[in-house]
Protein backbone atom coordinates (compact mmCIF):
# COMPACT_ATOMS: atom_id res chain seq x y z
CA UNK A 1 0.00 0.00 0.00
CA UNK A 2 1.24 2.91 -0.91
CA UNK A 3 1.95 5.60 2.61
CA UNK A 4 2.33 9.29 2.83
CA UNK A 5 4.47 10.29 5.04
CA UNK A 6 3.42 13.32 7.43
CA UNK A 7 5.45 12.99 9.99
CA UNK A 8 7.77 10.55 11.17
CA UNK A 9 8.92 9.00 14.66
CA UNK A 10 10.23 5.72 15.51
CA UNK A 11 8.40 2.55 16.76
CA UNK A 12 11.00 2.10 19.17
CA UNK A 13 10.49 5.93 20.62
CA UNK A 14 6.50 5.57 21.14
CA UNK A 15 7.16 1.97 22.76
CA UNK A 16 9.73 4.42 25.27
CA UNK A 17 6.72 6.29 25.86
CA UNK A 18 4.40 4.02 26.82
CA UNK A 19 2.99 3.37 23.32
CA UNK A 20 1.95 0.23 22.31
CA UNK A 21 4.13 -0.25 19.65
CA UNK A 22 3.12 -0.91 15.57
CA UNK A 23 1.86 1.77 13.74
CA UNK A 24 2.64 5.05 14.80
CA UNK A 25 0.35 7.26 15.30
CA UNK A 26 1.59 9.79 13.46
CA UNK A 27 1.96 8.10 10.74
CA UNK A 28 -0.99 8.85 8.61
CA UNK A 29 -1.60 6.65 6.17
CA UNK A 30 -3.79 8.60 3.37
CA UNK A 31 -5.79 6.30 0.62
CA UNK A 32 -4.63 6.94 -2.92
CA UNK A 33 -7.26 8.23 -5.23
CA UNK A 34 -8.11 5.70 -7.78
CA UNK A 35 -6.19 7.69 -10.41
CA UNK A 36 -2.76 6.98 -8.92
CA UNK A 37 -3.09 3.30 -8.67
CA UNK A 38 -1.31 1.45 -11.05
CA UNK A 39 1.71 2.02 -13.62
CA UNK A 40 0.86 4.94 -15.72
CA UNK A 41 2.86 3.61 -18.18
CA UNK A 42 1.90 -0.03 -18.31
CA UNK A 43 0.50 -1.60 -21.31
CA UNK A 44 -0.53 -5.22 -21.86
CA UNK A 45 1.86 -7.72 -22.54
CA UNK A 46 0.25 -8.10 -25.71
CA UNK A 47 0.18 -4.95 -26.60
CA UNK A 48 4.13 -4.29 -25.59
CA UNK A 49 4.56 -7.53 -27.83
CA UNK A 50 2.52 -6.36 -30.80
CA UNK A 51 4.18 -2.56 -30.18
CA UNK A 52 7.67 -4.57 -30.07
CA UNK A 53 7.01 -6.66 -33.25
CA UNK A 54 5.82 -3.85 -35.14
CA UNK A 55 9.09 -1.94 -34.63
CA UNK A 56 11.44 -4.71 -35.55
CA UNK A 57 9.54 -5.22 -38.46
CA UNK A 58 9.52 -1.83 -39.91
CA UNK A 59 13.35 -1.95 -39.13
CA UNK A 60 14.45 -4.90 -40.50
CA UNK A 61 12.05 -3.47 -43.91
CA UNK A 62 14.06 -0.45 -43.53
CA UNK A 63 17.69 -1.70 -43.56
CA UNK A 64 16.58 -4.42 -46.19
CA UNK A 65 15.42 -1.41 -48.28
CA UNK A 66 18.16 0.86 -48.14
CA UNK A 67 20.30 -0.28 -51.12
CA UNK A 68 17.81 0.45 -53.24
CA UNK A 69 17.01 4.00 -51.99
CA UNK A 70 19.07 7.15 -52.82
CA UNK A 71 21.40 8.09 -49.86
CA UNK A 72 20.63 11.76 -49.95
CA UNK A 73 17.24 13.58 -50.27
CA UNK A 74 17.33 16.09 -53.30
CA UNK A 75 15.34 18.52 -52.21
CA UNK A 76 16.79 21.10 -49.20
CA UNK A 77 16.17 19.82 -46.07
CA UNK A 78 12.92 21.11 -44.53
CA UNK A 79 13.29 21.79 -40.47
CA UNK A 80 10.82 24.01 -40.14
CA UNK A 81 7.62 22.56 -39.11
CA UNK A 82 6.56 19.56 -36.32
CA UNK A 83 7.71 16.17 -36.76
CA UNK A 84 4.23 14.94 -35.92
CA UNK A 85 1.47 17.42 -34.28
CA UNK A 86 2.18 20.56 -32.71
CA UNK A 87 4.24 20.16 -29.29
CA UNK A 88 3.32 17.81 -26.32
CA UNK A 89 -0.25 17.47 -25.40
CA UNK A 90 -1.78 16.76 -22.13
CA UNK A 91 -3.43 13.87 -23.55
CA UNK A 92 -1.31 11.19 -25.90
CA UNK A 93 -1.48 9.96 -29.31
CA UNK A 94 -1.94 6.55 -30.09
CA UNK A 95 1.56 4.34 -29.98
CA UNK A 96 1.00 3.36 -33.46
CA UNK A 97 1.13 6.20 -35.09
CA UNK A 98 3.70 7.79 -32.91
CA UNK A 99 6.39 4.84 -34.03
CA UNK A 100 4.63 5.17 -37.58
CA UNK A 101 5.07 8.79 -37.39
CA UNK A 102 8.99 8.44 -36.40
CA UNK A 103 9.50 5.80 -38.85
CA UNK A 104 8.52 8.23 -41.69
CA UNK A 105 9.34 11.68 -40.23
CA UNK A 106 12.56 10.53 -38.71
CA UNK A 107 14.35 7.88 -40.16
CA UNK A 108 13.82 8.56 -43.21
CA UNK A 109 14.90 12.02 -42.84
CA UNK A 110 17.69 11.09 -40.65
CA UNK A 111 21.39 10.61 -42.55
CA UNK A 112 21.48 7.27 -43.63
CA UNK A 113 25.24 6.25 -42.52
CA UNK A 114 24.40 2.88 -42.94
CA UNK A 115 23.40 2.66 -46.56
CA UNK A 116 25.75 0.99 -48.62
CA UNK A 117 26.88 3.92 -50.96
CA UNK A 118 26.90 6.21 -48.17
CA UNK A 119 31.01 7.39 -48.23
CA UNK A 120 30.80 10.68 -46.46
CA UNK A 121 32.65 11.20 -43.23
CA UNK A 122 33.25 8.32 -41.26
CA UNK A 123 30.16 5.99 -42.34
CA UNK A 124 28.54 3.90 -39.45
CA UNK A 125 27.64 0.57 -40.87
CA UNK A 126 26.73 -0.99 -37.72
CA UNK A 127 25.31 -4.46 -37.85
CA UNK A 128 22.08 -6.33 -36.77
CA UNK A 129 23.20 -8.29 -33.29
CA UNK A 130 24.45 -5.03 -32.61
CA UNK A 131 21.29 -3.12 -32.84
CA UNK A 132 19.45 -6.31 -31.42
CA UNK A 133 21.86 -5.41 -28.39
CA UNK A 134 21.16 -2.11 -27.69
CA UNK A 135 17.62 -3.19 -27.64
CA UNK A 136 18.19 -5.48 -24.78
CA UNK A 137 20.56 -3.08 -23.54
CA UNK A 138 17.97 -0.67 -23.27
CA UNK A 139 15.07 -3.11 -22.43
CA UNK A 140 16.83 -4.32 -19.26
CA UNK A 141 17.65 -0.61 -18.42
CA UNK A 142 21.06 -2.09 -17.24
CA UNK A 143 23.57 0.60 -14.98
CA UNK A 144 26.72 -0.59 -15.50
CA UNK A 145 28.72 2.07 -13.17
CA UNK A 146 29.33 -0.43 -10.80
CA UNK A 147 29.82 -4.10 -10.60
CA UNK A 148 27.51 -4.78 -6.97
CA UNK A 149 24.65 -6.78 -7.99
CA UNK A 150 26.09 -6.61 -11.58
CA UNK A 151 28.27 -9.18 -12.37
CA UNK A 152 26.67 -10.00 -15.60
CA UNK A 153 26.74 -6.68 -17.41
CA UNK A 154 30.36 -6.18 -15.62
CA UNK A 155 31.57 -9.72 -17.27
CA UNK A 156 30.60 -8.43 -20.28
CA UNK A 157 32.56 -5.38 -20.22
CA UNK A 158 35.40 -6.93 -19.13
CA UNK A 159 36.14 -9.68 -21.59
CA UNK A 160 35.32 -7.07 -24.10
CA UNK A 161 37.80 -4.95 -23.05
CA UNK A 162 40.14 -7.78 -22.18
CA UNK A 163 39.74 -8.67 -25.91
CA UNK A 164 40.54 -5.13 -27.27
CA UNK A 165 43.50 -4.58 -25.09
CA UNK A 166 45.52 -8.36 -26.27
CA UNK A 167 44.09 -6.83 -30.14
CA UNK A 168 46.22 -4.14 -29.17
CA UNK A 169 48.93 -6.21 -27.79
CA UNK A 170 48.59 -4.33 -24.59
CA UNK A 171 50.23 -5.62 -22.00
CA UNK A 172 48.76 -7.75 -19.34
CA UNK A 173 48.20 -4.18 -16.80
CA UNK A 174 46.28 -2.73 -19.63
CA UNK A 175 42.79 -1.56 -18.36
CA UNK A 176 40.03 0.74 -20.76
CA UNK A 177 36.68 1.53 -20.35
CA UNK A 178 33.83 1.87 -23.15
CA UNK A 179 32.66 6.32 -23.70
CA UNK A 180 30.49 7.46 -26.16
CA UNK A 181 33.06 7.66 -28.81
CA UNK A 182 36.13 8.86 -30.18
CA UNK A 183 36.07 12.57 -29.57
CA UNK A 184 35.17 11.45 -24.94
CA UNK A 185 37.98 8.81 -25.78
CA UNK A 186 40.50 11.66 -26.66
CA UNK A 187 39.54 13.73 -24.24
CA UNK A 188 39.81 10.82 -21.44
CA UNK A 189 43.12 9.72 -22.44
CA UNK A 190 44.39 13.57 -22.63
CA UNK A 191 43.18 13.83 -19.04
CA UNK A 192 45.09 10.72 -17.90
CA UNK A 193 48.03 11.57 -19.59
CA UNK A 194 47.71 15.53 -17.83
CA UNK A 195 47.43 13.75 -14.20
CA UNK A 196 50.35 11.50 -14.47
CA UNK A 197 52.99 14.05 -16.60
CA UNK A 198 52.03 17.28 -14.76
CA UNK A 199 51.83 18.70 -11.69
CA UNK A 200 50.44 21.44 -10.13
CA UNK A 201 51.92 23.91 -12.57
CA UNK A 202 50.55 23.50 -15.98
CA UNK A 203 51.07 26.67 -17.65
CA UNK A 204 54.38 25.96 -19.65
CA UNK A 205 53.03 22.43 -20.57
CA UNK A 206 53.29 21.73 -24.26
CA UNK A 207 51.49 18.87 -26.26
CA UNK A 208 51.67 17.89 -29.96
CA UNK A 209 49.55 16.73 -32.84
CA UNK A 210 49.69 16.93 -36.73
CA UNK A 211 47.76 19.30 -38.52
CA UNK A 212 45.82 16.36 -39.47
CA UNK A 213 44.67 15.16 -36.21
CA UNK A 214 40.89 15.27 -35.28
CA UNK A 215 39.41 18.27 -34.05
CA UNK A 216 38.51 16.77 -31.08
CA UNK A 217 42.00 16.90 -29.94
CA UNK A 218 41.88 20.72 -30.00
CA UNK A 219 39.14 20.86 -28.32
CA UNK A 220 39.93 18.61 -25.52
CA UNK A 221 43.09 20.16 -25.01
CA UNK A 222 40.63 23.27 -24.72
CA UNK A 223 38.39 22.15 -22.37
CA UNK A 224 41.11 20.99 -20.28
CA UNK A 225 42.27 24.26 -19.41
CA UNK A 226 44.85 24.75 -22.45
CA UNK A 227 45.78 27.93 -23.32
CA UNK A 228 45.52 27.65 -27.88
CA UNK A 229 49.67 28.42 -27.60
CA UNK A 230 49.96 25.19 -25.47
CA UNK A 231 49.03 22.65 -28.73
CA UNK A 232 51.64 22.66 -30.90
CA UNK A 233 50.95 22.05 -34.38
CA UNK A 234 52.99 20.04 -36.65
CA UNK A 235 52.96 20.05 -40.03
CA UNK A 236 52.31 16.53 -42.04
CA UNK A 237 54.28 15.91 -44.86
CA UNK A 238 53.39 15.11 -48.39
CA UNK A 239 51.35 11.64 -47.80
CA UNK A 240 49.61 13.83 -44.83
CA UNK A 241 52.06 11.73 -41.91
CA UNK A 242 52.85 13.70 -39.12
CA UNK A 243 56.56 15.08 -40.01
CA UNK A 244 59.13 13.67 -37.41
CA UNK A 245 61.89 16.12 -38.25
CA UNK A 246 59.61 19.17 -37.27
CA UNK A 247 58.38 17.34 -34.35
CA UNK A 248 62.02 16.68 -32.71
CA UNK A 249 63.38 19.82 -33.34
CA UNK A 250 59.67 21.86 -31.98
CA UNK A 251 60.23 19.64 -28.30
CA UNK A 252 63.87 20.76 -28.33
CA UNK A 253 63.37 24.08 -28.89
CA UNK A 254 60.54 24.36 -26.49
CA UNK A 255 62.80 22.56 -23.93
CA UNK A 256 65.47 25.13 -24.45
CA UNK A 257 62.63 27.64 -24.29
CA UNK A 258 61.84 26.56 -20.38
CA UNK A 259 58.71 24.80 -21.74
CA UNK A 260 57.34 21.69 -20.72
CA UNK A 261 56.54 19.33 -23.36
CA UNK A 262 54.25 16.30 -22.49
CA UNK A 263 52.41 14.68 -24.63
CA UNK A 264 52.49 13.44 -28.40
CA UNK A 265 48.84 12.55 -30.04
CA UNK A 266 49.40 10.40 -33.07
CA UNK A 267 46.69 9.59 -35.20
CA UNK A 268 46.55 6.06 -36.63
CA UNK A 269 44.38 6.83 -39.50
CA UNK A 270 43.43 10.48 -40.16
CA UNK A 271 40.02 11.17 -40.70
CA UNK A 272 40.84 12.75 -43.95
CA UNK A 273 43.10 10.50 -45.90
CA UNK A 274 43.21 7.14 -43.33
CA UNK A 275 47.53 8.49 -43.24
CA UNK A 276 48.78 6.53 -40.33
CA UNK A 277 51.39 8.96 -38.46
CA UNK A 278 55.06 7.69 -37.58
CA UNK A 279 54.10 5.38 -34.86
CA UNK A 280 57.15 3.70 -33.92
CA UNK A 281 59.52 6.99 -34.69
CA UNK A 282 56.91 9.25 -32.52
CA UNK A 283 56.93 6.18 -29.55
CA UNK A 284 60.75 6.59 -29.60
CA UNK A 285 60.87 10.37 -28.96
CA UNK A 286 58.65 9.94 -26.55
CA UNK A 287 60.70 7.02 -24.88
CA UNK A 288 63.45 9.29 -24.94
CA UNK A 289 62.06 12.77 -24.26
CA UNK A 290 60.29 11.43 -21.47
CA UNK A 291 57.00 12.36 -22.97
CA UNK A 292 53.44 10.61 -22.80
CA UNK A 293 52.30 8.91 -26.17
CA UNK A 294 48.77 8.90 -26.82
CA UNK A 295 47.25 7.44 -30.00
CA UNK A 296 44.24 8.68 -31.76
CA UNK A 297 42.87 5.12 -33.98
CA UNK A 298 39.28 6.28 -33.35
CA UNK A 299 39.23 5.41 -37.00
CA UNK A 300 42.32 2.77 -38.31
CA UNK A 301 42.55 1.02 -35.20
CA UNK A 302 39.92 -1.76 -36.53
CA UNK A 303 42.74 -2.48 -39.05
CA UNK A 304 44.69 -4.77 -36.70
CA UNK A 305 42.41 -7.14 -37.48
CA UNK A 306 44.20 -7.77 -40.47
CA UNK A 307 47.27 -8.59 -41.50
CA UNK A 308 48.20 -5.49 -43.94
CA UNK A 309 46.82 -2.77 -40.73
CA UNK A 310 49.41 -4.72 -37.94
CA UNK A 311 52.18 -3.72 -40.43
CA UNK A 312 50.78 -0.24 -40.65
CA UNK A 313 49.96 0.22 -37.52
CA UNK A 314 53.32 -0.78 -35.56
CA UNK A 315 54.38 0.51 -33.08
CA UNK A 316 50.65 0.97 -31.74
CA UNK A 317 51.09 -1.35 -29.10
CA UNK A 318 53.78 1.18 -27.34
CA UNK A 319 51.05 3.73 -26.67
CA UNK A 320 50.40 5.06 -22.93
CA UNK A 321 46.55 5.60 -24.36
CA UNK A 322 44.60 4.66 -26.99
CA UNK A 323 41.24 6.11 -28.38
CA UNK A 324 38.93 3.62 -30.23
CA UNK A 325 35.75 3.91 -31.96
CA UNK A 326 33.92 0.49 -32.17
CA UNK A 327 31.13 2.36 -33.59
CA UNK A 328 33.23 3.01 -36.65
CA UNK A 329 35.22 0.11 -38.40
CA UNK A 330 33.82 -2.57 -35.87
CA UNK A 331 30.76 -2.06 -37.10
CA UNK A 332 28.76 -0.62 -33.83
CA UNK A 333 25.76 0.71 -33.83
CA UNK A 334 26.25 4.31 -31.89
CA UNK A 335 27.48 5.36 -29.69
CA UNK A 336 30.81 3.03 -29.03
CA UNK A 337 34.04 4.04 -28.28
CA UNK A 338 36.77 3.31 -26.01
CA UNK A 339 39.76 4.33 -24.06
CA UNK A 340 42.59 1.98 -23.29
CA UNK A 341 45.55 2.45 -21.21
CA UNK A 342 49.13 0.61 -20.30
CA UNK A 343 47.96 0.76 -16.42
CA UNK A 344 44.90 0.35 -14.98
CA UNK A 345 45.47 1.99 -12.19
CA UNK A 346 45.77 5.35 -13.91
CA UNK A 347 42.33 5.25 -14.61
CA UNK A 348 41.02 5.45 -10.96
CA UNK A 349 43.73 8.22 -10.03
CA UNK A 350 41.47 10.34 -12.09
CA UNK A 351 38.39 8.91 -12.52
CA UNK A 352 37.66 7.58 -9.13
CA UNK A 353 34.49 8.97 -7.48
CA UNK A 354 33.54 9.18 -3.88
CA UNK A 355 30.36 9.51 -2.03
CA UNK A 356 28.65 8.55 1.41
CA UNK A 357 25.89 6.77 -0.56
CA UNK A 358 28.47 4.63 -3.28
CA UNK A 359 30.31 3.23 -0.01
CA UNK A 360 27.97 -0.01 -0.70
CA UNK A 361 29.23 -0.91 -4.12
CA UNK A 362 32.70 -0.63 -2.97
CA UNK A 363 32.57 -4.23 -1.63
CA UNK A 364 32.41 -6.20 -4.35
CA UNK A 365 35.33 -8.18 -4.07
CA UNK A 366 37.57 -5.77 -5.89
CA UNK A 367 35.09 -6.25 -9.19
CA UNK A 368 35.34 -3.32 -11.74
CA UNK A 369 33.29 -0.52 -10.87
CA UNK A 370 33.22 1.50 -14.22
CA UNK A 371 32.13 4.81 -12.63
CA UNK A 372 35.76 5.06 -11.58
CA UNK A 373 37.33 4.07 -15.03
CA UNK A 374 35.44 7.22 -16.65
CA UNK A 375 33.92 10.28 -16.50
CA UNK A 376 30.45 8.92 -15.86
CA UNK A 377 28.91 7.15 -12.91
CA UNK A 378 25.38 6.22 -14.87
CA UNK A 379 26.64 4.38 -18.17
CA UNK A 380 24.61 2.77 -20.70
CA UNK A 381 25.51 -1.02 -21.39
CA UNK A 382 27.76 -0.20 -24.73
CA UNK A 383 29.60 -3.67 -24.17
CA UNK A 384 26.81 -5.85 -25.08
CA UNK A 385 26.72 -4.73 -28.61
CA UNK A 386 30.27 -5.65 -29.32
CA UNK A 387 30.06 -8.72 -27.25
CA UNK A 388 26.63 -10.10 -28.77
CA UNK A 389 28.01 -8.96 -32.22
CA UNK A 390 31.65 -10.93 -31.99
CA UNK A 391 29.81 -13.78 -30.28
CA UNK A 392 27.68 -14.10 -33.31
CA UNK A 393 29.56 -13.26 -36.07
CA UNK A 394 33.19 -14.30 -34.78
CA UNK A 395 36.17 -12.38 -35.14
CA UNK A 396 37.19 -14.05 -38.80
CA UNK A 397 33.59 -11.89 -40.36
CA UNK A 398 34.63 -8.70 -38.51
CA UNK A 399 38.54 -9.21 -39.86
CA UNK A 400 37.65 -9.61 -43.54
CA UNK A 401 34.84 -7.06 -42.83
CA UNK A 402 37.92 -4.60 -42.06
CA UNK A 403 39.62 -5.98 -45.50
CA UNK A 404 37.14 -5.50 -47.85
CA UNK A 405 36.30 -1.65 -46.59
CA UNK A 406 40.30 -1.51 -47.62
CA UNK A 407 40.56 -3.35 -50.39
CA UNK A 408 37.43 -1.48 -52.06
CA UNK A 409 39.15 1.98 -51.16
CA UNK A 410 42.06 0.61 -53.19
CA UNK A 411 39.66 -0.54 -56.18
CA UNK A 412 37.73 3.15 -55.99
CA UNK A 413 41.52 4.68 -56.60
CA UNK A 414 41.85 2.44 -59.06
CA UNK A 415 39.01 3.67 -61.14
CA UNK A 416 38.65 6.98 -60.28
CA UNK A 417 42.65 7.25 -61.78
CA UNK A 418 41.32 6.18 -65.24
CA UNK A 419 38.85 9.29 -65.38
CA UNK A 420 41.07 11.94 -67.32
CA UNK A 421 41.34 15.26 -65.50
CA UNK A 422 40.65 13.11 -61.93
CA UNK A 423 44.34 13.56 -59.42
CA UNK A 424 44.24 10.47 -56.42
CA UNK A 425 45.55 12.86 -53.47
CA UNK A 426 46.89 9.99 -51.19
CA UNK A 427 47.21 6.51 -51.33
CA UNK A 428 44.15 4.59 -50.49
CA UNK A 429 45.04 3.35 -46.99
CA UNK A 430 43.19 2.40 -44.36
CA UNK A 431 39.80 2.38 -46.28
CA UNK A 432 39.84 6.12 -47.65
CA UNK A 433 40.27 7.30 -51.18
CA UNK A 434 41.31 11.46 -52.02
CA UNK A 435 40.84 12.74 -55.15
CA UNK A 436 40.07 15.99 -56.75
CA UNK A 437 39.07 16.72 -60.48
CA UNK A 438 41.22 19.18 -62.05
CA UNK A 439 39.25 22.03 -63.84
CA UNK A 440 42.14 22.61 -66.37
CA UNK A 441 43.95 19.85 -67.02
CA UNK A 442 47.42 19.95 -65.24
CA UNK A 443 47.71 24.21 -65.25
CA UNK A 444 47.12 24.88 -61.76
CA UNK A 445 43.88 27.44 -60.93
CA UNK A 446 43.17 26.94 -57.49
CA UNK A 447 40.13 28.65 -57.42
CA UNK A 448 38.67 26.69 -60.38
CA UNK A 449 39.85 23.50 -59.05
CA UNK A 450 38.16 24.06 -55.90
CA UNK A 451 34.79 25.25 -57.23
CA UNK A 452 34.44 21.97 -59.63
CA UNK A 453 35.07 19.84 -56.71
CA UNK A 454 32.29 21.55 -54.25
CA UNK A 455 30.04 21.44 -57.55
CA UNK A 456 31.09 17.67 -57.88
CA UNK A 457 30.12 17.22 -54.20
CA UNK A 458 26.81 19.16 -54.48
CA UNK A 459 25.90 17.23 -57.96
CA UNK A 460 26.34 13.87 -56.43
CA UNK A 461 24.26 14.98 -53.03
CA UNK A 462 21.37 16.42 -55.25
CA UNK A 463 21.50 12.78 -57.71
CA UNK A 464 21.39 10.79 -54.42
CA UNK A 465 22.78 7.78 -55.79
CA UNK A 466 26.24 7.97 -53.89
CA UNK A 467 27.30 10.76 -51.42
CA UNK A 468 30.47 11.54 -50.64
CA UNK A 469 32.10 14.49 -48.36
CA UNK A 470 34.82 16.88 -49.27
CA UNK A 471 38.11 17.83 -46.78
CA UNK A 472 40.90 20.71 -47.86
CA UNK A 473 44.30 19.17 -47.79
CA UNK A 474 46.98 21.76 -48.09
CA UNK A 475 44.30 24.31 -49.49
CA UNK A 476 42.81 22.29 -52.22
CA UNK A 477 39.26 21.37 -52.05
CA UNK A 478 39.01 17.03 -52.89
CA UNK A 479 36.61 14.73 -52.36
CA UNK A 480 36.72 11.66 -49.62
CA UNK A 481 35.27 7.97 -50.64
CA UNK A 482 34.87 5.98 -47.59
CA UNK A 483 34.05 2.41 -49.03
CA UNK A 484 34.07 0.72 -45.84
CA UNK A 485 30.12 -0.31 -45.09
CA UNK A 486 30.78 -4.34 -45.72
CA UNK A 487 26.93 -4.28 -47.51
CA UNK A 488 28.73 -2.19 -50.17
CA UNK A 489 29.43 -4.15 -53.86
CA UNK A 490 32.24 -3.39 -56.29
CA UNK A 491 29.10 -2.34 -58.42
CA UNK A 492 28.40 0.11 -55.89
CA UNK A 493 31.61 1.70 -56.60
CA UNK A 494 32.00 1.15 -59.97
CA UNK A 495 28.83 2.76 -60.78
CA UNK A 496 29.85 5.66 -58.57
CA UNK A 497 32.62 6.39 -60.43
CA UNK A 498 30.77 6.03 -63.64
CA UNK A 499 28.61 8.67 -62.47
CA UNK A 500 31.73 10.60 -61.25
CA UNK A 501 33.65 10.23 -64.46
CA UNK A 502 30.16 11.29 -66.73
CA UNK A 503 30.29 14.37 -64.53
CA UNK A 504 33.97 15.48 -65.58
CA UNK A 505 33.08 14.75 -68.96
CA UNK A 506 30.38 17.00 -69.33
CA UNK A 507 32.32 19.65 -67.48
CA UNK A 508 35.50 19.43 -69.91
CA UNK A 509 32.64 19.97 -72.72
CA UNK A 510 30.65 22.96 -70.61
CA UNK A 511 33.10 24.27 -68.17
CA UNK A 512 31.12 27.58 -67.80
CA UNK A 513 27.84 25.64 -66.54
CA UNK A 514 26.64 25.35 -63.10
CA UNK A 515 26.18 21.94 -63.31
CA UNK A 516 25.84 19.24 -66.25
CA UNK A 517 22.13 17.60 -66.82
CA UNK A 518 21.46 15.43 -63.87
CA UNK A 519 21.68 11.61 -64.23
CA UNK A 520 18.60 10.47 -63.08
CA UNK A 521 17.93 7.63 -61.39
CA UNK A 522 14.87 6.07 -62.36
CA UNK A 523 15.68 2.70 -60.74
CA UNK A 524 19.32 1.32 -59.19
CA UNK A 525 19.62 -2.38 -60.59
CA UNK A 526 21.95 -2.48 -57.61
CA UNK A 527 23.18 -5.94 -56.27
CA UNK A 528 21.77 -5.98 -52.92
CA UNK A 529 23.11 -8.92 -51.72
CA UNK A 530 26.42 -7.14 -50.73
CA UNK A 531 29.75 -8.50 -50.67
CA UNK A 532 32.32 -9.54 -52.64
CA UNK A 533 31.99 -13.06 -51.87
CA UNK A 534 33.07 -14.71 -55.14
CA UNK A 535 36.33 -15.03 -56.41
CA UNK A 536 36.32 -12.63 -59.17
CA UNK A 537 34.92 -9.75 -57.46
CA UNK A 538 38.26 -10.40 -55.46
CA UNK A 539 40.17 -10.68 -58.77
CA UNK A 540 39.44 -7.75 -59.89
CA UNK A 541 40.53 -5.72 -56.19
CA UNK A 542 43.60 -7.22 -56.52
CA UNK A 543 44.15 -6.56 -59.80
CA UNK A 544 42.94 -3.25 -59.05
CA UNK A 545 45.22 -2.81 -55.98
CA UNK A 546 47.95 -3.44 -58.33
CA UNK A 547 47.38 -0.93 -61.00
CA UNK A 548 47.08 1.71 -58.11
CA UNK A 549 49.31 4.72 -59.71
CA UNK A 550 52.78 4.73 -57.83
CA UNK A 551 52.91 8.11 -55.46
CA UNK A 552 49.33 9.69 -55.13
C1 LIG B 1 40.51 10.08 -36.16
C2 LIG B 1 39.26 10.48 -35.42
N1 LIG B 1 39.36 10.81 -34.11
C3 LIG B 1 38.28 11.18 -33.40
C4 LIG B 1 37.05 11.24 -33.98
C5 LIG B 1 35.85 11.67 -33.15
O1 LIG B 1 35.10 10.55 -32.87
P1 LIG B 1 33.55 10.65 -32.41
O2 LIG B 1 32.85 11.29 -33.56
O3 LIG B 1 33.17 9.22 -32.20
O4 LIG B 1 33.50 11.44 -31.18
C6 LIG B 1 36.90 10.91 -35.32
C7 LIG B 1 35.58 11.00 -35.97
O5 LIG B 1 35.44 10.89 -37.15
C8 LIG B 1 38.04 10.51 -36.06
O6 LIG B 1 37.96 10.19 -37.36
Known amino acids: MAVELLSFRRTKDLKDEGGSGGMDPHIRVRPMSSRDHGDPFSMSGAEMRRLGHKVVDLLVDHYQQLPEQAVTTPAKEDYSGAVLGDGFGERGLPADLVVEGVMHNVLRRAMPVNHPRFFAYIPGPGNFMGMLADTIAAGGNMFCGVAQQNAGPTQVENEVLDWLCELFDLPPEAAGCLVSGGSVANMSALIVARDQMLGERRDKAVLYCSDQTHGCVAKAAR ?49 STGAVDPLEQI ?54 GCLLVRQREW ?51 FRDAVQKGMDLAVYGASALSEIGNCQIMAPPVMGIVV ?75 APGQERPELIKIIQTDVDSRG ?16 NVPDGF
Open 223 to 271: LLGFREDQLSIIPSDGQYRLRMDVLTAEVMADRARGRQPFCVVATAGTT
Open 435 to 509: FRLRATGDKEDEAADNQLNQQLHDFLQEEGYAFLSTTMLSGRKCLRLCPINPRTTTEDIQRTVERIGRFAAERAR
Open 347 to 397: LGQSFRIEGAYLLDNERADGAINYRDRGVQLTRNFKALKLWMSLKTYGVAV
Open 283 to 336: ADLCEEQDLWFHVDAAYGGAAMLTAGGRVQLRGIERAQSLALDPHKGLFQPMEC
Open 531 to 546: GLGDAADRDAINAGAG
